[in-house]
């Protein structure tokens, strides 16, 4: 232990993670849409602007929870409903959507590769594509990869389910460099691909890889690729870390197949672990940090959550678990805490818990194995049938504002939101709505 606080494919011009909802809503919505047909999609770029403000660069967004500081989101859905700005033809994968600088990116498979994706994020343009490898498939059918890009700029990061990670110029998709982080540090490929996004800290690239000896998790040079450090021992889960700061000790926080630990983000060493079982080593959900020394993680396959306080004396680092519950049970989606509360999705039932006790406010069905993100006290739900939902973030009940279908098929991947457009994805297609 550590102790110092130190494509369609005939879409050719425009083919563009986990993780990764079914059923009926206990409570009807004021307002349900199908924007699925053709009729509203918008087929003229130009009602678009040219560029989009804010950001959305990594992984759950711009500070790693989910959460958008946007305002003014379309809230009486009846009358004012999200418009489909742009869909266009994409390969299979789970990968998220980084929007950055007018752009987005994301990554899909097809004709047996994987392939980096950037399009104009305004009009849905292609503007490059770089093959990253082959394409990842598993016997259950979940083809594609998972990793959500990183944005730090001039350059655009993308770990493939593969175990290589790239870095990429943003602009024009050319390879800075590139590492077999897999063949490298001895890695053996998780049972349903590499799926950790990339985390971006100063200088450095943080990721977790499950290589051994002593490689499970390393930091790379952002710019040149070379090895910061790797450390620590233990299999790849299918998580992505984050970065959190106690009593002015900063610590990475990986939730890793078969424990959660903190390390110290300059070279790796231990400061606290904790073991944490899930079957097959999926422990998927992002860990999520409630300030100033809370720490909740999840897991589906009956497992449940914990709340764990964190305390910082003398240098020295340490852990308890303040409550378990199995209320909340997050599979692939990652639960977002708002005002004392957590929301996420317990198996398929939307639920609201008392992040201080873990006792239940209140739930509902209708979103199956969906992701949720929030923005402007609202929780926008994406089902895993393509039912978009926007639901009111208070633990005093349910509060359905409104619903559309905006996709159809499978969708595991979590939204994104940037510059008042609203970022979708399924296993072929990605569409852009308006909800400002």
């Not at 870095?167 to 998780?190: Q, T």
């Not at 943080?206 to 690729?225: F, H, S």
């Not at 000790?249 to 197949?257: M, V, W």
């Amino acid at each position: 232990m550590k102790g110092k606080i130190t494509s369609y494919k005939a879409f050719a011009a425009l083919i563009s993670l986990f993780l990764w909802l079914n059923g009926c809503s206990d409570t009807k919505s004021d307002a349900e849409l199908d924007l699925t047909g053709e009729t509203a999609v918008v087929e003229n770029a130009m009602v678009a602007v040219n560029s989009v403000s804010g950001e959305w660069p990594q992984w759950l967004g711009p500070e790693r929870n989910g959460k958008s500081s946007e305002t003014g989101i379309l809230t009486d859905w009846a009358a004012n409903s999200p418009r489909v700005l742009w869909k266009i033809g994409l390969g299979d994968g789970f990968s998220g959507i980084a929007v950055s600088g007018g752009r987005a990116y994301t990554m899909f498979a097809d004709g047996g590769d994987e392939y980096a994706l950037c399009v104009d994020a305004a009009s849905g343009r292609e503007l490059w594509r770089v093959q990253t490898g082959g394409e990842f498939s598993d016997w259950q059918g979940g083809d594609g990869p998972r990793s959500t890009p990183a944005i730090d700029g001039e350059r655009a990061y993308f770990f493939s389910a593969g175990g290589k990670l790239y870095a990429l110029d943003a602009r024009s998709g050319e390879r800075i460099w590139m590492r077999d982080l897999k063949n490298e540090f001895n890695a053996s490929e998780p049972e349903w691909g590499f799926c950790a996004s990339p985390l971006i800290d100063g200088n450095k690239l943080l990721i977790e890889v499950g290589g051994r000896p002593d490689k499970a998790l390393a930091a790379l040079d952002k710019m040149t690729g070379r090895t910061i450090w790797a450390a620590q021992n233990g299999k790849a889960g299918y998580s992505s870390p984050i970065i959190i700061t106690v009593d002015g000790l900063r610590q990475a926080i990986f939730f890793t197949g078969r424990e959660i630990l903190a390390v110290d983000p300059e070279d790796g060493s231990l400061y606290w672990k904790e073991p944490w079982k899930t079957s097959y080593d999926v422990n998927a959900a992002t860990p999520v940090f409630i300030a100033p020394d809370r720490l909740f993680i999840s897991s589906g396959y009956d497992v449940g959550g914990a709340l764990y306080q964190i305390s910082v004396q003398d240098g020295n680092a340490a852990v308890r678990q303040l409550w378990f519950s199995r209320g909340m049970k997050n599979k692939m989606n990652t639960s977002i805490y708002h005002d004392g509360y957590l929301y996420g999705i317990d198996g398929k039932i939307l639920k609201c818990l008392d992040a201080a006790s873990g006792e239940e406010q209140w739930k509902t069905r209708g979103f199956g194995e969906g992701t949720l993100i929030m923005a402007d006290g609202h929780l926008l739900v994406l089902s895993d049938r393509g039912v978009l939902g926007l639901v009111k973030a208070t633990p005093e009940r349910y509060l359905s504002v409104g619903e559309a279908k905006v996709l159809e098929g499978l969708c595991w991947t979590v939204p994104s939101l940037a510059g008042g457009r609203l970022f979708l994805r399924n296993q072929r297609e990605m569409v852009c709505l308006e909800i400002k």
